[in-house]
């Protein structure tokens, strides 16, 4: 405990030296404070990745599987252009969804991971014939209302596909062997990361809940919206998504006695160190206009997959931690120990190195999670997302104009 308040203290300390810095165009802001290290060995991770094995077998013996190359074969939306009006310093690319998801206020796009992240730069970074764009949804029972579900929307980025994606419902196995079931999944969905063919998905308040791309299952599409699971007649609906993919296991954070548990409000993956980074989204202590969410320094924490794996060891424990000097924060990315944090309500994208120190950056409005995506004969990028309704760009941004090298 102390070692901890010794870092929030060192945090507090080295805020009340900061020097407000200005803006021009995408260039760095002066004199900000930077990342304090804390005990990663405070930090451990619990891995099952077999927690549903029964009811998995069981429900894709009932439905049978489509592969994803099947569910992008059987895309039914169209993704759009970006609106000219959309600016941000080192743009490259990205997409808006079609007016109906665009405008749809209780469902909210939140994390973002890409098949660059699942294999790597190999063949184009092609996941089953496709290379894709992935972002996760919570849906509301209103606008900013309490959460019913999630939902993950498969994006087409090749030339040589239409420019479509289709969404696929997350659900919890339920039920017996005998009688396999699902349910919603009622989380914040506000990080997600692929790899290999697993996928990762942030659970507020307890981890990661683990997901396998090569399970997603067919459903009957009859029924109402407001159906879910096993129906007295045997057919299995999902509010009317035609895919819906079962969770097969969970990842469970723990912290050590006196230290406070982690908020896991968004996630991705480095691919150079193998692991996964996560961060908070807190508020400053005394802040008036944040009810639901810690009043304390955010923390960003990095954890190792297992050496050669894509998944975790039984028992992970932390290689790296750090106390953050800003808040709001709804993105963090990690490469070749660098790190970018995305704040929301500033709007501010925040870059660190421990030699180079810290650099602060111009950024969008509403922005949500990051991802890095590698490529091998292009500059590198950053990837991101626009939550707010009517507003939701999705974008790729060139890595070296936050940050460079």
């Given at each position: 405990?102390?070692?901890?308040?010794?870092?929030?203290?060192?945090?507090?300390?080295?805020?009340?030296?900061?020097?407000?810095?200005?803006?021009?165009?995408?260039?760095?802001?002066?004199?900000?404070?930077?990342?304090?290290?804390?005990?990663?060995?405070?930090?451990?991770?619990?891995?099952?990745?077999?927690?549903?094995?029964?009811?998995?077998?069981?429900?894709?013996?009932?439905?049978?599987?489509?592969?994803?190359?099947?569910?992008?074969?059987?895309?039914?939306?169209?993704?759009?252009?970006?609106?000219?009006?959309?600016?941000?310093?080192?743009?490259?690319?990205?997409?808006?969804?079609?007016?109906?998801?665009?405008?749809?206020?209780?469902?909210?796009?939140?994390?973002?991971?890409?098949?660059?992240?699942?294999?790597?730069?190999?063949?184009?970074?092609?996941?089953?014939?496709?290379?894709?764009?992935?972002?996760?949804?919570?849906?509301?029972?209103?606008?900013?209302?309490?959460?019913?579900?999630?939902?993950?929307?498969?994006?087409?980025?090749?030339?040589?596909?239409?420019?479509?994606?289709?969404?696929?419902?997350?659900?919890?196995?339920?039920?017996?062997?005998?009688?396999?079931?699902?349910?919603?999944?009622?989380?914040?969905?506000?990080?997600?990361?692929?790899?290999?063919?697993?996928?990762?998905?942030?659970?507020?308040?307890?981890?990661?809940?683990?997901?396998?791309?090569?399970?997603?299952?067919?459903?009957?599409?009859?029924?109402?919206?407001?159906?879910?699971?096993?129906?007295?007649?045997?057919?299995?609906?999902?509010?009317?998504?035609?895919?819906?993919?079962?969770?097969?296991?969970?990842?469970?954070?723990?912290?050590?006695?006196?230290?406070?548990?982690?908020?896991?409000?968004?996630?991705?993956?480095?691919?150079?160190?193998?692991?996964?980074?996560?961060?908070?989204?807190?508020?400053?202590?005394?802040?008036?206009?944040?009810?639901?969410?810690?009043?304390?320094?955010?923390?960003?924490?990095?954890?190792?997959?297992?050496?050669?794996?894509?998944?975790?060891?039984?028992?992970?424990?932390?290689?790296?931690?750090?106390?953050?000097?800003?808040?709001?924060?709804?993105?963090?990315?990690?490469?070749?120990?660098?790190?970018?944090?995305?704040?929301?309500?500033?709007?501010?994208?925040?870059?660190?190195?421990?030699?180079?120190?810290?650099?602060?950056?111009?950024?969008?409005?509403?922005?949500?999670?990051?991802?890095?995506?590698?490529?091998?004969?292009?500059p590198d990028l950053l990837w991101s997302l626009q939550e707010t309704t009517g507003g939701r760009n999705v974008f790729a941004v060139t890595q070296a104009t936050y940050g460079g090298g």
């Amino acid at each position: 405990m102390l070692r901890h308040v010794r870092a929030v203290a060192q945090a507090v300390i080295a805020a009340s030296l900061v020097v407000a810095g200005g803006f021009v165009g995408a260039g760095p802001a002066a004199a900000v404070v930077a990342p304090v290290d804390l005990t990663a060995s405070d930090y451990t991770l619990s891995a099952d990745y077999h927690k549903y094995d029964a009811l998995d077998s069981a429900l894709v013996n009932a439905l049978g599987t489509s592969a994803v190359h099947t569910v992008m074969e059987n895309a039914n939306h169209t993704r759009q252009a970006l609106p000219t009006s959309f600016s941000v310093a080192g743009l490259s690319t990205g997409f808006r969804f079609d007016d109906g998801d665009n405008a749809d206020c209780p469902n909210v796009p939140q994390g973002i991971t890409t098949s660059r992240d699942a294999v790597g730069t190999a063949n184009s970074g092609n996941y089953d014939g496709h290379q894709l764009v992935l972002v996760s949804w919570y849906t509301a029972d209103a606008c900013k209302g309490d959460h019913q579900r999630s939902r993950i929307t498969l994006v087409d980025w090749d030339a040589t596909y239409p420019n479509t994606y289709r969404k696929i419902l997350l659900v919890e196995p339920t039920g017996t062997a005998a009688a396999p079931d699902f349910k919603d999944i009622p989380i914040h969905a506000g990080g997600v990361s692929w790899y290999g063919d697993y996928l990762y998905v942030a659970d507020t308040a307890n981890g990661m809940r683990v997901f396998d791309m090569r399970k997603i299952l067919n459903t009957d599409t009859g029924g109402t919206a407001d159906q879910i699971g096993r129906q007295p007649n045997g057919a299995y609906y999902a509010h009317n998504y035609a895919y819906v993919l079962p969770q097969v296991g969970t990842i469970t954070s723990r912290t050590a006695t006196g230290v406070d548990g982690l908020v896991w409000s968004t996630i991705s993956l480095d691919r150079v160190s193998q692991s996964i980074v996560m961060t908070e989204y807190t508020c400053p202590a005394g802040a008036t206009n944040c009810p639901n969410y810690p009043k304390r320094a955010p923390r960003a924490v990095r954890f190792p997959f297992a050496p050669g794996a894509t998944t975790f060891a039984a028992t992970t424990t932390a290689n790296q931690a750090l106390m953050l000097p800003w808040y709001h924060l709804n993105g963090v990315a990690s490469h070749n120990g660098r790190w970018w944090f995305n704040s929301s309500r500033e709007p501010q994208l925040y870059y660190w190195t421990p030699t180079a120190g810290p650099s602060t950056f111009a950024w969008v409005s509403g922005g949500e999670s990051l991802s890095y995506w590698e490529d091998a004969t292009n500059p590198d990028l950053l990837w991101s997302l626009q939550e707010t309704t009517g507003g939701r760009n999705v974008f790729a941004v060139t890595q070296a104009t936050y940050g460079g090298g």
